[in-house]
């Protein structure tokens, strides 16, 4: 083999050879622990006689029996509609301020904007655990300050921890750690607008506001789009609020959530067939709402574009 020939196969080779760790790292950390899974959730224990002595317990074909099992569960059908509700609060609310701030921070007039901004996206450094421990404690009538104002002001001291309110607390938690992430999101986008575009609308007249919300907003709706695909995503998966809210309150079952349930199946219950089925389930819905949602958004800009 020629020297040149060596050479165009190496230069050939290179981008492989790059991609190589990466694509090694997914299948080992991503694709086979899914492939596993899926595997998992067509089988089953058997159990012959008392399940004493050895061979009495054998992993056996089980075929759809998980997942017919997994859809007929009332548990996870009452959790995930839990999640929807906890979804409609959440989404709307977060992406809503994280609009607002990164207008808010885009403006002329605004003060200490790096201070503001670092502000803002601070509580998403927190791990969602420790957040969710936090507003938990304070939460609690027996040693939160803000139930101690409201006692010696001889205010209502609504019970946040029970009940409907249970919803608004944990989407407190979830508001106050992602908005500064999706605000980013979007006051990249808007810091990425030429800055003629506002030259132009202002000569012919536009009001602040008017730039806020017939250039700005339009401009960054793919931001919006992109932040509104991982707000659902994370709301499908939560997790960490209720699990960490579950000691502190009885309102709270171990199955509020669809992935509660499947944590309770597999480690509480040892079974972890029908949790796999469970959370192949979850994975499924989550990647149809979320194709379904982005193929709606690209409908509607392909159509905007043609207009």
């Not at 994280?98 to 927190?126: E, G, Q, W």
């Amino acid at each position: 083999m020629t020297t040149a020939r060596r050479r165009s196969y190496g230069v050939k080779g290179a981008p492989y050879a790059f991609l190589l760790p990466a694509t090694l790292l997914f299948a080992l950390f991503f694709a086979l622990p899914i492939g596993y899974a899926v595997y998992l959730s067509f089988r089953k224990v058997h159990v012959s006689g008392l399940g004493l002595g050895a061979g009495a317990r054998k992993e056996v074909w089980a075929g759809l029996e998980n997942y017919t099992d997994t859809l007929t569960d009332s548990e996870l059908g009452h959790g995930a509609l839990r999640v929807l509700g906890y979804g409609c609060i959440v989404v709307p609310v977060m992406l809503g301020l994280a609009l607002l701030f990164a207008l808010m921070l885009d403006s002329d007039k605004v003060r200490f904007a790096p201070f503001t901004r670092l502000a803002i996206f601070l509580p998403y450094a927190i791990p969602g655990v420790v957040a969710a421990l936090m507003w938990g404690f304070l939460y609690l009538p027996d040693v939160s300050p803000f139930y101690y104002l409201l006692e010696k002001l001889h205010m209502p001291q609504p019970d946040l921890l029970d009940g409907g309110p249970l919803y608004l607390a944990m989407a407190n938690i979830a508001v106050w750690g992602g908005t500064g992430f999706n605000m980013i999101v979007i006051y990249t986008s808007l810091q990425a607008i030429p800055a003629e575009v506002y030259e132009a609308a202002k000569l012919d007249g536009a009001t602040p506001l008017q730039i806020a919300l017939r250039i700005k907003i339009p401009m960054v709706a793919p931001s919006l789009v992109l932040t509104f695909f991982f707000s659902i995503i994370a709301t499908l998966q939560v997790f960490n609020e209720p699990t960490t809210l579950k000691p502190l309150t009885n309102s709270l079952p171990l199955t509020w959530s669809p992935l509660m349930n499947v944590y309770q199946d597999a480690f509480r219950k040892g079974d972890i067939y029908q949790a796999a089925a469970e959370a192949v389930i979850i994975a499924l819905a989550t990647l149809v709402l979320s194709f379904g949602f982005l193929r709606a958004a690209n409908r509607r800009q392909k159509q905007e574009a043609a207009r």
